[in-house]
C-alpha cells in the first residue's frame, strides 16, 4: 500500500517514469512503463530487478540483444482476426518485421544456452513464448511481398503474372498512340512544342489549349484550375485504356485476394503472435530500463525479503541528472538503519538537504519495488517494505477545508491507523505549521506510537524535543545535514548519530538582518540556546575527525601487514634460491674435484710409463701446474658469485658436546642503541637505532622493524654493504608492487595476432613467477586466428597444465581459461 495517491510527484517518481518512457521504442513497451507499480512481492521484485541486470550485462557484452524492428502489432492482428479480412500491405511488412525479431530473440537466447545454462537466465525465461511461433509464417509473407518496394511481387500467383504482363503490353500500345497522336498535333500547331501526356482519373489524355480542343476528337476528362488548359483523351486510344483500366481492376481484386490467403494462413497463429509480441514489448521495456539505469549510474544491490536499509552512495536519479545537464555533481548520501535504530530524525539548517534525503530515500525504495535498479553502489543492502507512506508538501485544500496543519494531522492519523512493523514513513517538517510547543509534543507523541508499532521511517525536523526523544529513545536516532560555519553554506552530507543545527542566528547575519535584531533576538532565547547550535556542531565535527582519523590508520595498519607478509614471502623465495645456488655450487665442486682426480692418476700413469724419466716426470709435472692453475680460477669464479666450496667438517653429537657448548657459550650482551645484532635463527646484522623497554627499532639493510630485545644478539660483525650482485630492497618493492598490481586476466582482443602472443607470454611469464593457480585470456570470437595463435603458442609453454573454453555463461569461446601448474 502506498499513500498518498500522489506519492509519485511528491517524491519525483513522476519524472522517472515520463524519462523511462522516451527510452522505449514502441507503444507496447511504453505501456509496461505506464502500467509499473509498487510491487511486495519478494520473488516478484527479485526477478524483474535481475531481468535489468541480465540485460544491461548483455547490452555491455559482444553481442546484444538483438531488437531491431521492434513495432506495435496488436492492432493489426486485430483486423484479421474475423475471417475475410485482410491486412494492406504496409502492415504485413510490419508484421513480417516483428516476426524476423521473434526469430532473432530466440536464436540469441539458444545460442547462449549450453547444456541449460545460461548467463540470462531470467531474459531466457521471458523470452520462451517466442520457441513456439512457426518460422514458416514469415516465408508465406515473403512470397507475395517484395519489402524493398513494398510492392506485391509478379509471381505471387500465375493469374497476377499474367495480368501485368497484359498491363505491360497495352501500356506499350497506348504509348504508341498518344505518341504518334501527339506528333501530329504538335506539327499541325495544336499543341505547344514541349508537351507530354499526363494522367487524369487512371486514363492517359494530352493537354490541350482551350482554343484547339475541337480539333481533337476524344473525351474531355479535366480543366486546369487557370482554365488554360483542358485534358483530352484521344478517340484512337479511348478503346485501349479502357482495356488497361479493366486490367488494373483485375489486377486490384487479384491482389486483395493474394493478402486475404495470406491473412488466412497468419488466423490461425495470432495468440502466438500477440505473445510473442508482449514478449518483445516487455523486452523493449527492461532495455529502457537497463539504459535508464546506465545514465543514472545504478546498479545491482544485495537484496533481503525483510525491511533492510544499508545504502551507500545514494542518489536521486531526477536531480542527478538535472545536476549533471547543469555540469555539476550530485552529493550523494550513506544511509544505515537496522532493527534497533528504524526510525532517523534528520535536524539541520534550511536549503541544508533534509527534504532531497528524504525524497531520495522514497524515491529509491519505490524504484526497487518498481522493478528498476537504485543508483546505488552494489555492495548496498535493500529490504522490501509493505507499505510507503509520505506526507512531503503541503496539502491544504479549499473543498475539504484543510489548512496545512489539518492535512499533516489527516495524514499522521491515516499513518497510525494503517501503519504496520513492514512500514517505511516519510514525514518532512514533523509538527510543523502550528504553535511550537504544542506541535512538537504532538509530533513526539505519534512517533513514540510509530515506534512502538515497529514501523521504520525518516522525518525531518527543526524542534529539539524530537532531536531529544531520539537520543533517549531506543528505535531512533537521530542525524544531521552538515552545515560548513566558516563558508556559510550547507554541505548536503548526511551525519548519522549526531543532531544537526539549524544555524538560525548565522543564516540570519549571512542574508543581512540587521545586528540589532540578531542581538535581540539572542537576548530573548538567552546566550544558552544560542550556543547550542555551535556545541552541536563542534561535537559532529570532532566526530567526523576522528572517523577520518581511525579510517586512514587502519588503511595504513593494512597496508603495513601486507607489506610485512609479502616481505616474509620474498624472504622465503630468497632463502630457497640461496639452498638452490649452494646445491648447484656443490655439484659443480663434485665435477671439479672429480677432473682434478682424474688428472692426478693421469699424471701418475705417465710417470710410470716413463719409468721416472727426468724429462717425462717434468713435463708431467707443467701439465698438473696447469690444471692446477685452470681449478683455481674455476674455484675463484664461484667464490666471486659467493658460492659455498669448501667442506664445513660435521660436529659429532654427544652429552658431552652439549654440555661444553654450554659451559663455553658467553652471555648475551645488553642490546643498546648503535650495537649490531642478529635476529635468532637468522644471518643478517642489523644495527639498533631505538630501545624502547623490552623492545628495539632495527635497521636491515633498507628495512626498519621493532623486535623484542630477546630475539636480538649482539655481535662483532658488521652489517654487511649492498653488492652488485645483490637483491637491492629497491628490487624487491618493485617486484612486490608488480605482483600487488597483477591481474589474473588480460584482453588481446583488437590487437595483432604478434602483438598480442606478445602480451600473452609476458602475462603467463607473470603468472608462473608470482605462482598464480588460473587466468583468463580475453581474445573474443571473431575469425577465430587470434584464438588459435594463442592457443598454439600455450601448447609450447610449459608451466602450463592444461587450458579450455571458458564457461558460456562468463564467456565461452570468446576467453580461454588457462590452468598452471
Same mark, same amino acid.
Given at each position: 500500500?502506498?499513500?498518498?495517491?500522489?506519492?509519485?510527484?511528491?517524491?519525483?517518481?513522476?519524472?522517472?517514469?515520463?524519462?523511462?518512457?522516451?527510452?522505449?521504442?514502441?507503444?507496447?513497451?511504453?505501456?509496461?512503463?505506464?502500467?509499473?507499480?509498487?510491487?511486495?512481492?519478494?520473488?516478484?521484485?527479485?526477478?524483474?530487478?535481475?531481468?535489468?541486470?541480465?540485460?544491461?550485462?548483455?547490452?555491455?557484452?559482444?553481442?546484444?540483444?538483438?531488437?531491431?524492428?521492434?513495432?506495435?502489432?496488436?492492432?493489426?492482428?486485430?483486423?484479421?482476426?474475423?475471417?475475410?479480412?485482410?491486412?494492406?500491405?504496409?502492415?504485413?511488412?510490419?508484421?513480417?518485421?516483428?516476426?524476423?525479431?521473434?526469430?532473432?530473440?530466440?536464436?540469441?537466447?539458444?545460442?547462449?544456452?549450453?547444456?541449460?545454462?545460461?548467463?540470462?537466465?531470467?531474459?531466457?525465461?521471458?523470452?520462451?513464448?517466442?520457441?513456439?511461433?512457426?518460422?514458416?509464417?514469415?516465408?508465406?509473407?515473403?512470397?507475395?511481398?517484395?519489402?524493398?518496394?513494398?510492392?506485391?511481387?509478379?509471381?505471387?500467383?500465375?493469374?497476377?503474372?499474367?495480368?501485368?504482363?497484359?498491363?505491360?503490353?497495352?501500356?506499350?500500345?497506348?504509348?504508341?498512340?498518344?505518341?504518334?497522336?501527339?506528333?501530329?498535333?504538335?506539327?499541325?500547331?495544336?499543341?505547344?512544342?514541349?508537351?507530354?501526356?499526363?494522367?487524369?482519373?487512371?486514363?492517359?489524355?494530352?493537354?490541350?489549349?482551350?482554343?484547339?480542343?475541337?480539333?481533337?476528337?476524344?473525351?474531355?476528362?479535366?480543366?486546369?484550375?487557370?482554365?488554360?488548359?483542358?485534358?483530352?483523351?484521344?478517340?484512337?486510344?479511348?478503346?485501349?485504356?479502357?482495356?488497361?483500366?479493366?486490367?488494373?481492376?483485375?489486377?486490384?481484386?487479384?491482389?486483395?485476394?493474394?493478402?486475404?490467403?495470406?491473412?488466412?494462413?497468419?488466423?490461425?497463429?495470432?495468440?502466438?503472435?500477440?505473445?510473442?509480441?508482449?514478449?518483445?514489448?516487455?523486452?523493449?521495456?527492461?532495455?529502457?530500463?537497463?539504459?535508464?539505469?546506465?545514465?543514472?549510474?545504478?546498479?545491482?544491490?544485495?537484496?533481503?525479503?525483510?525491511?533492510?536499509?544499508?545504502?551507500?552512495?545514494?542518489?536521486?536519479?531526477?536531480?542527478?541528472?538535472?545536476?549533471?545537464?547543469?555540469?555539476?555533481?550530485?552529493?550523494?548520501?550513506?544511509?544505515?538503519?537496522?532493527?534497533?535504530?528504524?526510525?532517523?530524525?534528520?535536524?539541520?539548517?534550511?536549503?541544508?538537504?533534509?527534504?532531497?534525503?528524504?525524497?531520495?530515500?522514497?524515491?529509491?525504495?519505490?524504484?526497487?519495488?518498481?522493478?528498476?535498479?537504485?543508483?546505488?553502489?552494489?555492495?548496498?543492502?535493500?529490504?522490501?517494505?509493505?507499505?510507503?507512506?509520505?506526507?512531503?508538501?503541503?496539502?491544504?485544500?479549499?473543498?475539504?477545508?484543510?489548512?496545512? /496543519?489539518?492535512? &499533516? #494531522?489527516?495524514?499522521?492519523? +491515516?499513518? @497510525?491507523?494503517? =501503519?504496520?512493523? *513492514?512500514?517505511? !514513513?516519510?514525514?518532512?517538517?514533523?509538527?510543523?505549521?502550528?504553535?511550537?510547543?504544542?506541535?512538537?509534543?504532538?509530533?513526539?507523541?505519534?512517533?513514540?506510537?510509530?515506534?512502538?508499532?515497529?514501523?521504520?521511517?525518516?522525518?525531518?525536523?527543526?524542534?529539539?524535543?524530537?532531536?531529544?526523544?531520539?537520543?533517549?529513545?531506543?528505535?531512533?536516532?537521530?542525524?544531521?545535514?552538515? /552545515?560548513?560555519? &566558516? #563558508?556559510?553554506?550547507?554541505? +548536503?552530507? @548526511?551525519?548519522? =548519530?549526531?543532531? *544537526?543545527?539549524? !544555524?538560525?542566528?548565522?543564516?540570519?547575519?549571512?542574508?543581512?538582518?540587521?545586528?540589532?535584531?540578531?542581538?535581540?533576538?539572542?537576548?530573548?532565547?538567552?546566550?544558552?540556546?544560542?550556543?547550542?547550535?555551535?556545541?552541536?556542531?563542534?561535537?559532529?565535527?570532532?566526530?567526523?575527525?576522528?572517523?577520518?582519523?581511525?579510517?586512514?590508520?587502519?588503511?595504513?595498519?593494512?597496508?603495513?601487514?601486507?607489506?610485512?607478509?609479502?616481505?616474509?614471502?620474498?624472504?622465503?623465495?630468497?632463502?630457497?634460491?640461496?639452498?638452490?645456488?649452494?646445491?648447484?655450487?656443490?655439484?659443480?665442486?663434485?665435477?671439479?674435484?672429480?677432473?682434478?682426480?682424474?688428472?692426478?692418476?693421469?699424471?701418475?700413469?705417465?710417470?710410470?710409463?716413463?719409468?721416472?724419466?727426468?724429462?717425462?716426470?717434468?713435463?708431467?709435472?707443467?701439465?698438473?701446474?696447469?690444471?692446477?692453475?685452470?681449478?683455481?680460477?674455476?674455484?675463484?669464479?664461484?667464490?666471486?658469485?659467493?658460492?659455498?666450496?669448501?667442506?664445513?667438517?660435521?660436529?659429532?653429537?654427544?652429552?658431552?658436546?652439549?654440555?661444553?657448548?654450554?659451559?663455553?657459550?658467553?652471555?648475551?650482551?645488553?642490546?643498546?642503541?648503535?650495537?649490531?645484532?642478529?635476529?635468532?635463527?637468522?644471518?643478517?646484522?642489523?644495527?639498533?637505532?631505538?630501545?624502547?623497554?623490552?623492545?628495539?627499532?632495527?635497521?636491515?639493510?633498507?628495512?626498519?622493524?621493532?623486535?623484542?630485545?630477546?630475539?636480538?644478539?649482539?655481535?662483532?660483525?658488521?652489517?654487511?654493504?649492498?653488492?652488485?650482485?645483490?637483491?637491492?630492497?629497491?628490487?624487491?618493492?618493485?617486484?612486490?608492487?608488480?605482483?600487488?598490481?597483477?591481474?589474473?586476466?588480460?584482453?588481446?582482443?583488437?590487437?595483432?595476432?604478434?602483438?598480442?602472443?606478445?602480451?600473452?607470454?609476458?602475462?603467463?611469464?607473470?603468472?608462473?613467477?608470482?605462482?598464480?593457480?588460473?587466468?583468463?585470456?580475453?581474445?573474443?570470437?571473431?575469425?577465430?586466428?587470434?584464438?588459435?595463435?594463442?592457443?598454439?603458442?600455450?601448447?609450447?609453454?610449459?608451466?602450463?597444465?592444461?587450458?579450455?573454453?571458458?564457461?558460456?555463461?562468463?564467456?565461452?569461446?570468446?576467453?580461454?581459461?588457462?590452468?598452471?601448474?
Amino acid at each position: 500500500m502506498i499513500y498518498p495517491d500522489k506519492i509519485e510527484e511528491k517524491i519525483g517518481f513522476a519524472a522517472i517514469r515520463s524519462q523511462l518512457s522516451k527510452k522505449c521504442h514502441c507503444e507496447g513497451a511504453r505501456q509496461f512503463c505506464s502500467e509499473m507499480s509498487f510491487q511486495t512481492d519478494f520473488e516478484t521484485v527479485k526477478a524483474a530487478l535481475l531481468a535489468v541486470d541480465e540485460m544491461q550485462r548483455a547490452n555491455h557484452s559482444d553481442e546484444t540483444l538483438p531488437l531491431e524492428g521492434v513495432d506495435d502489432i496488436d492492432r493489426d492482428l486485430a483486423v484479421i482476426k474475423i475471417p475475410g479480412t485482410f491486412l494492406e500491405v504496409k502492415d504485413l511488412l510490419k508484421v513480417r518485421r516483428m516476426l524476423e525479431c521473434f526469430s532473432r530473440i530466440a536464436s540469441y537466447f539458444r545460442r547462449h544456452n549450453e547444456d541449460g545454462h545460461t548467463p540470462y537466465p531470467q531474459l531466457s525465461r521471458l523470452s520462451d513464448p517466442l520457441n513456439y511461433i512457426p518460422s514458416t509464417l514469415g516465408l508465406t509473407i515473403d512470397k507475395a511481398i517484395d519489402p524493398a518496394s513494398g510492392l506485391v511481387k509478379d509471381n505471387a500467383s500465375v493469374v497476377l503474372a499474367e495480368i501485368r504482363s497484359h498491363l505491360r503490353s497495352m501500356s506499350g500500345r497506348v504509348n504508341s498512340i498518344l505518341r504518334r497522336v501527339l506528333s501530329s498535333a504538335i506539327a499541325q500547331g495544336w499543341l505547344e512544342a514541349d508537351a507530354s501526356p499526363a494522367v487524369r482519373d487512371g486514363r492517359l489524355v494530352l493537354p490541350v489549349p482551350p482554343m484547339n480542343k475541337r480539333k481533337i476528337p476524344g473525351i474531355v476528362h479535366d480543366e486546369s484550375a487557370s482554365g488554360k488548359t483542358i485534358f483530352i483523351e484521344p478517340a484512337e486510344v479511348v478503346e485501349a485504356n479502357n482495356l488497361t483500366r479493366e486490367l488494373q481492376l483485375e489486377e486490384h481484386r487479384e491482389i486483395i485476394r493474394i493478402l486475404t490467403a495470406i491473412s488466412d494462413e497468419l488466423r490461425p497463429h495470432i495468440p502466438e503472435m500477440l505473445a510473442g509480441a508482449g514478449v518483445i514489448y516487455n523486452l523493449d521495456f527492461i532495455n529502457a530500463k537497463a539504459h535508464y539505469a546506465e545514465a543514472v549510474g545504478a546498479s545491482l544491490p544485495n537484496l533481503h525479503d525483510r525491511e533492510e536499509m544499508e545504502w551507500y552512495h545514494a542518489c536521486h536519479p531526477v536531480l542527478k541528472l538535472s545536476l549533471e545537464h547543469q555540469g555539476r555533481e550530485i552529493v550523494p548520501i550513506d544511509i544505515a538503519l537496522n532493527r534497533e535504530t528504524r526510525i532517523l530524525v534528520i535536524s539541520g539548517p534550511n536549503a541544508g538537504g533534509k527534504s532531497v534525503c528524504l525524497k531520495t530515500v522514497g524515491t529509491i525504495q519505490y524504484m526497487v519495488q518498481c522493478g528498476l535498479l537504485p543508483p546505488v553502489h552494489d555492495n548496498s543492502h535493500i529490504g522490501i517494505f509493505q507499505d510507503i507512506f509520505v506526507d512531503i508538501g503541503d496539502d491544504q485544500s479549499f473543498e475539504d477545508d484543510l489548512s496545512t /496543519y489539518s492535512s &499533516h #494531522l489527516r495524514s499522521m492519523k +491515516f499513518m @497510525l491507523q494503517r =501503519g504496520r512493523k *513492514g512500514t517505511l !514513513f516519510l514525514i518532512d517538517e514533523m509538527g510543523s505549521g502550528t504553535e511550537p510547543q504544542i506541535g512538537g509534543a504532538l509530533a513526539r507523541a505519534i512517533l513514540e506510537q510509530m515506534n512502538g508499532k515497529e514501523m521504520w521511517g525518516i522525518v525531518t525536523t527543526h524542534y529539539q524535543i524530537l532531536k531529544q526523544f531520539a537520543e533517549d529513545t531506543t528505535g531512533l536516532i537521530n542525524g544531521s545535514m552538515l /552545515y560548513d560555519r &566558516h #563558508l556559510m553554506q550547507p554541505m +548536503f552530507k @548526511l551525519s548519522i =548519530g549526531n543532531p *544537526g543545527s539549524s !544555524f538560525a542566528v548565522e543564516i540570519a547575519r549571512k542574508i543581512g538582518l540587521p545586528a540589532e535584531i540578531i542581538q535581540s533576538a539572542e537576548d530573548i532565547v538567552g546566550k544558552e540556546y544560542v550556543n547550542l547550535d555551535n556545541y552541536l556542531l563542534d561535537i559532529t565535527r570532532d566526530k567526523r575527525y576522528w572517523e577520518n582519523k581511525r579510517t586512514a590508520i587502519r588503511q595504513k595498519e593494512k597496508k603495513l601487514e601486507q607489506m610485512l607478509a609479502q616481505y616474509a614471502e620474498n624472504a622465503d623465495q630468497l632463502r630457497s634460491k640461496r639452498r638452490e645456488i649452494i646445491e648447484e655450487a656443490r655439484t659443480e665442486a663434485k665435477k671439479i674435484l672429480d677432473s682434478s682426480n682424474a688428472v692426478i692418476e693421469r699424471t701418475i700413469a705417465d710417470i710410470k710409463e716413463a719409468n721416472a724419466e727426468r724429462e717425462k716426470t717434468l713435463e708431467a709435472r707443467r701439465k698438473l701446474k696447469e690444471e692446477r692453475i685452470e681449478l683455481e680460477r674455476e674455484g675463484n669464479r664461484y667464490k666471486d658469485s659467493n658460492l659455498l666450496l669448501a667442506k664445513v667438517p660435521k660436529k659429532k653429537k654427544g652429552k658431552h658436546n652439549v654440555q661444553a657448548d654450554r659451559e663455553t657459550s658467553p652471555a648475551k650482551r645488553e642490546v643498546t642503541v648503535g650495537a649490531n645484532v642478529r635476529l635468532d635463527g637468522g644471518s643478517t646484522v642489523g644495527t639498533v637505532l631505538e630501545v624502547s623497554g623490552k623492545n628495539a627499532l632495527v635497521i636491515f639493510g633498507n628495512l626498519k622493524t621493532t623486535v623484542k630485545t630477546d630475539r636480538l644478539t649482539v655481535t662483532d660483525a658488521k652489517p654487511k654493504t649492498e653488492t652488485k650482485s645483490s637483491i637491492s630492497m629497491q628490487t624487491i618493492d618493485s617486484g612486490y608492487e608488480r605482483q600487488l598490481q597483477f591481474k589474473q586476466e588480460i584482453d588481446v582482443r583488437g590487437m595483432r595476432a604478434d602483438e598480442a602472443i606478445q602480451a600473452v607470454t609476458y602475462f603467463i611469464d607473470d603468472a608462473i613467477r608470482f605462482s598464480v593457480a588460473r587466468v583468463r585470456i580475453l581474445h573474443g570470437t571473431g575469425t577465430g586466428a587470434l584464438r588459435q595463435a594463442i592457443r598454439e603458442l600455450l601448447s609450447t609453454t610449459s608451466g602450463i597444465s592444461s587450458y579450455h573454453d571458458e564457461d558460456v555463461r562468463f564467456g565461452g569461446a570468446g576467453i580461454t581459461v588457462v590452468n598452471l601448474k
